[in-house]
């Protein structure tokens, strides 16, 4: 075991509709392995109440650091990290003028594996250690993303793209060798291969992973929604009500379903584990259909503002009941911070505020990008909090990081100025360092 002492975040087990965070000024946070060989939280509380019980440890001591759990990320394109700040109308537009030229790139290993190697260092580097991500229709993207991840120890989930019409053809899922299987046939083939070599291995776990309804047809659809009955413990990722010129397109193509979200649904495609990114345009039917199949929204407010496409409403899904944590959606999304992605949800939270009177607190934002965007995977307990029995990942953060920063948090009077001050002011810099599993991260 390993004790590390500083100021301490965590939040409370329970799930009461506060999602309020302790917070240690003095405190200790005991590692070690759990009987299937993985490091965990054995302790955590105030270093006085703790450090008889455990003073046969060596400690490392981060003096006017904190210890906080590592952040969440629910929703994120691995192979977009090259179109982050491309300029464009809207959604669809943007796809077809720089997402998709990208994505082809993703045929070769080589290529996959380099941006695989970049991107996750860019997660550790921002303190991101679970992600759930996109790969691309290529296979060669997949395998260089679960290689990557592997060597760091990392949570990650990722999956094929799904995506047999309206795109490139060379940006699609491809048909088999010498014609064998059309490429609906092959995608859904390709799909349980790598299921069954990756999921569960190790801290990885596979997303069947449509990349939104337009792009898929029925018979693929139909297809995914088989594979996830047959693994019910894999996640399901994909796009809902992002954009209004989508959502018609949506319809357009699946008229029998009463709604675009609902598409889904009747191809057996929301359940938990399902997490579904952005959820803007939605009725309460609509929230009604997540609450009661346990799906879950990413919500993406840098994107979201980025592209135009509207506001994630949280006071319709707190009054319904529905899951959800923060996502980076990068590369629509604008930054890998989570400081920017809380900072950009608190936007999004007061332009709403005249209508519902809710503003997002400090401890309410930081919780959406841990332990609630854990919750929203099915991984409550298990990532995104410091309580004895979680997963031993966290970021070390030092308030003084910027001259602004530290002359800011010096001033916090109560945790919620000192949370805010940093959601506000902090970036990359803030994170001094990323620990997974007691292996710290180069930065």
Not at 119 to 142: K, Q
Not at 221 to 246: F, K, T
Not at 365 to 383: C, D, E, I, M, N
Request: net charge negative; with cysteine; glycine share 8%.
């Amino acid at each position: 075991m390993q004790a590390y002492r500083a100021a301490i975040l965590r939040f409370a087990t329970d799930r009461e509709p506060s999602r309020a965070a302790i917070y240690e000024q003095d405190g200790l946070l005991v590692v070690g392995a759990n009987a299937q060989g993985r490091q965990v939280v054995q302790a955590v509380g105030p270093y006085r109440a703790l450090r008889k019980r455990f003073a046969d440890l060596a400690v490392t001591h981060w003096p006017d650091r904190i210890i906080a759990p590592g952040f969440v990320d629910l929703h994120s394109h691995y192979p977009q990290t090259n179109v982050i700040g491309s300029p464009a109308e809207g959604l669809l537009p943007w796809l077809e003028h720089y997402t998709f030229p990208e994505e082809r790139r993703f045929a070769s290993p080589d290529y996959s594996s380099e941006a695989a190697q970049f991107f996750i260092a860019e997660l550790l580097r921002n303190g991101i250690t679970t992600a759930l991500t996109f790969a691309t229709s290529h296979p060669a993207s997949v395998q260089a993303f679960f290689t990557e991840a592997q060597k760091h120890c990392m949570r990650l989930i990722t999956g094929l793209c799904l995506m047999d019409r309206h795109a490139p053809a060379d940006a699609m899922n491809q048909a088999g060798v010498n014609g064998k299987h059309d490429a609906t046939e092959q995608s859904l083939l390709d799909t349980e291969a790598l299921i069954q070599q990756w999921h569960g291995i190790d801290r990885l776990g596979y997303a069947i992973t449509p990349r939104f309804a337009p792009t898929s047809s029925a018979a693929q659809l139909r297809g995914a929604g088989e594979l996830a009955a047959r693994y019910p413990d894999v996640w399901i990722q994909s796009h809902v009500a992002e954009n209004q010129a989508e959502i018609a397109w949506a319809r357009q193509l699946f008229p029998a379903s009463r709604s675009y979200l609902a598409t889904y649904a009747d191809f057996g495609l929301l359940r938990q584990r399902a997490i579904y990114a952005h959820c803007i345009h939605f009725d309460d039917a609509d929230r009604a259909l997540m609450q009661g199949t346990g799906a879950a929204a990413a919500v993406c407010p840098t994107s979201n503002l980025f592209l135009g496409s509207g506001f994630f409403d949280y006071a319709g899904a707190d009054r319904v009941g529905f899951c959800y944590g923060l996502a980076s959606d990068v590369g629509g999304g604008t930054s890998f911070s989570p400081f920017h992605t809380m900072l950009a949800a608190y936007y999004v939270a007061r332009e709403g505020q005249t209508k519902t009177g809710l503003c997002l607190s400090p401890q309410q934002l930081w919780w959406q990008h841990t332990a609630g965007a854990a919750q929203a995977l099915g991984l409550a307990g298990v990532v995104g909090n410091l309580q004895p029995g979680c997963e031993a990942d966290f970021v070390v953060l030092n308030p003084q990081a910027t001259p602004l920063l530290a002359r800011k948090t010096a001033l916090a009077a109560n945790l919620d100025e000192l949370l805010f001050s940093m959601i506000v002011l902090g970036d990359d810099r803030l994170v001094e360092q990323t620990v997974i599993s007691q292996a710290i991260q180069p930065r």
